[in-house]
T-cell receptor, first 114, second 115 residues
Framework: KAGVTQTPRYLIKTRGQQVTLSCSPISGHRSVSWYQQTPGQGLQFLFE???????NKGNFPGRFSGRQFSNSRSEMNVSTLELGDSALYLC?????????????FGPGTRLTVL | QQQVKQSPQSLIVQKGGISIINCAYENTAFDYFPWYQQFPGKGPALLIA?????SEKKEGRFTISFNKSAKQFSLHIMDSQPGDSATYFC??????????????FGKGTKLSVIP
């Protein structure tokens, strides 16, 4: 069974630009969650999508948005990039959502904002 | 507000020794406590998890101890090996409404096991 895949793996952008990251969950998984990982703040929850609906959102500004498609693939978008958005963005998939279901993480997309 | 506090930030252990990582939480609504292991260039992977009605869970060399009254839990790695060198995250899961559950992570402990 293929794991969670994320594309691209690395991205360099400049301040003010926007970026779109993609996540393909494990086949059959309907929940996709996104996390931002930085050395200072650790892993912080961005949002969760389930059956194409955003079910939960973390404490991030509106510049961070996402969506999920009918095949459960998900994208997240960051507009008007700031230097502080430089981070590893991880997505995780699970059958129904975190709960007692294991979340499987992808390798992440490393975003650098210059 | 950091809801899950993890210590230490970094840990160096001799091969064969015991590695101990501690976490404390504040929200009594958390009802599941997983530990994740992350190697460089990889995403976190579930290592072991415990429910709050259990005081200890052991899987191979990895043991979680849970103290519900103190709102603390810890990971013990027995007979630590160089291959265990990674960053470890404790986490807590709680209901977030609308059928959603949310993982809240500690800030991580970088473990180095030296030969």
């Amino acid at each position: 069974k293929a794991g969670v895949t994320q594309t691209p793996r690395y991205l360099i952008k400049t301040r003010g630009q926007q970026v779109t990251l993609s996540c393909s969950p494990i086949s059959g998984h309907r929940s996709v969650s996104w996390y931002q990982q930085t050395p200072g703040q650790g892993l912080q929850f961005l949002f969760e999508y389930f059956s194409e609906t955003q079910r939960n959102k973390g404490n991030f500004p509106g510049r961070f948005s996402g969506r999920q498609f009918s095949n459960s693939r998900s994208e997240m978008n960051v507009s008007t990039l700031e230097l502080g958005d430089s981070a590893l963005y991880l997505c995780a998939s699970s059958l129904m959502g975190a709960s007692y279901n294991e979340q499987f993480f992808g390798p992440g997309t490393r975003l650098t904002v210059l | 507000q950091q809801q899950v506090k993890q210590s230490p930030q970094s840990l160096i252990v001799q091969k064969g020794g015991i590695s101990i990582i501690n976490c404390a939480y504040e929200n009594t609504a958390f009802d599941y406590f997983p530990w994740y292991q992350q190697f460089p260039g990889k995403g976190p992977a579930l290592l072991i998890a415990i429910r709050p009605d259990v005081s200890e869970k052991k899987e191979g060399r990895f043991t979680i101890s849970f103290n519900k009254s103190a709102k603390q839990f810890s990971l013990h790695i027995m007979d630590s090996q160089p291959g265990d060198s990674a960053t470890y995250f404790c986490a807590a899961i709680g209901a977030a409404g609308a059928g959603s559950y949310q993982l809240t992570f500690g800030k991580g402990t970088k473990l180095s096991v030296i030969p």
